[in-house]
């Protein structure tokens, strides 16, 4: 079995047992049974989410040993000591379940409050903090080695000879090799991030890589997946708060309104990841448009992909329902992109959900156990 595909498998049992959970409480409406169904909020409601999202830990650590440590290990993609990743894993798990905890007293407190229209208040302001907060931690952790500056100025250049606008671009460090950074920020403040592993690529290949995510900006291709995954959120979230037994006023109708929600973010995975290939697929033939040799456009994918599954080829069947980067195989330049385009909005998606108290958000096979890739998943 390839890395690509033993992460897939871990994927898909850890997507599926959430789903088959996430189903049968609400089928037998479990929370009505054990939590606290009264619109209050107070210390036993607070112990109650506690506990919740404590079994939420307790049930993705074997997944995750599996996704951050072992297989890795197995496969030559990690060299990291197992102290060091439980010290990792264990810090980053019991944050984001901190987090959950006062997201959900959050929503309760504000709805108490407002109404349904505070608890939407409250998921919008944390899916923006969420965004700000997690793009302040990605740029303090800027490298400044001037080998890596040199070989950046100099891919720059090649790309300004291409005639393509860049935005700031960063370079920061990392301890997971799959971590592949991203764009960060909003409007003048957008910048590029790029992983230090990738200053081992070529001049050319690193130019294309950067240029790639300039035109996902460029287009408005990134702007439109934040929008895309801030509005299937919050679309999702209200429409799962009407669910029968579903509120944002009790602990039983939040939990309830978190097990509808798990059941929306998979409905999404199984159809955003369409989107997110077919701004990829775009972002090529624009290259391809520029003058840039498909070879080289090809290449590029293959360095990027080295570092990720290393997967080059995969069944479309496969493709289509878990993967929102297409394969280097996959990248034909004679098919025509139809359909909405949207940079990276599959895994944008993921990343917003938290504010939603999304549980699926670290149990995709990208990021399973891979603590640096809850926040920032991989993207193209």
């Not at 899916?127 to 793009?135: H, I, Q």
Request: include cysteine.
């Amino acid at each position: 079995m390839t890395y690509g595909r033993a992460r897939l498998w871990l994927g898909v049992a850890g997507v599926g047992s959430l789903i088959t959970i996430a189903s049968i409480v609400l089928t037998l409406q479990v929370p009505q049974m054990l939590l606290e169904v009264n619109p209050r909020f107070g210390t036993s409601e607070f112990l109650q989410l506690v506990a919740v999202f404590g079994l939420f830990l307790l049930w993705l650590m074997p997944l995750d040993f599996l996704g951050g440590f072992l297989i890795p290990r197995k496969f030559g993609k990690s060299n990291e000591s197992f102290g060091d990743w439980v010290r990792s894993y264990t810090s980053a798990a019991l944050f984001q379940a901190t987090l959950f905890v006062f997201f959900g007293s959050t929503i309760i407190l504000l709805s108490l409050t407002l109404g349904l229209s505070g608890g939407l208040i409250a998921v919008s302001l944390l899916m923006f903090a969420c965004f700000f907060v997690r793009n302040s931690w990605v740029i303090n952790r800027v490298v400044t080695s001037e080998t890596s500056q040199t070989k950046l100025l100099e891919a720059l250049a090649l790309i300004h000879t291409w005639q393509i606008f860049v935005p700031q671009t960063l370079i920061v460090e990392h301890r997971d090799m799959g971590f592949t950074g991203g764009v960060v920020g909003l409007g003048s403040n957008t910048k590029i991030v790029i992983p230090e592993a990738w200053i081992s690529f070529n001049k050319t290949e690193l130019a294309t890589a950067i240029a790639r995510r300039a035109l996902a900006v460029n287009t408005g291709s990134y702007s439109r997946g934040l929008i895309v995954a801030f509005v299937s959120n919050l679309a999702g979230f209200l429409l799962c708060s009407f669910l029968s037994g579903a509120n944002l006023v009790s602990v039983a109708g939040l939990v309830t309104t978190m097990c509808g929600f798990t059941l929306w973010s998979f409905f999404g995975l199984l159809i955003l990841p369409t989107v997110s290939r077919n701004a990829s697929l775009k972002i090529d033939q624009e290259l391809a448009e520029l003058g840039l040799p498909f070879e080289l456009i090809s290449n590029t994918a293959s360095a990027m992909d080295h570092l990720q599954d290393n997967e080059p080829a995969r069944p479309w069947f496969i493709e289509t329902i878990f993967h929102p980067v297409p394969s280097v195989n996959g990248r034909n330049r004679s098919k025509v992109v139809t359909g909405l385009a949207a940079w990276n909005v599959a895994r944008t998606t993921l990343f917003f959900s938290w504010a939603c108290l999304g549980i699926l958000s670290r149990s995709v096979h990208c990021n399973v156990g891979r603590p640096e890739l809850w926040t920032m998943l991989p993207t193209d």
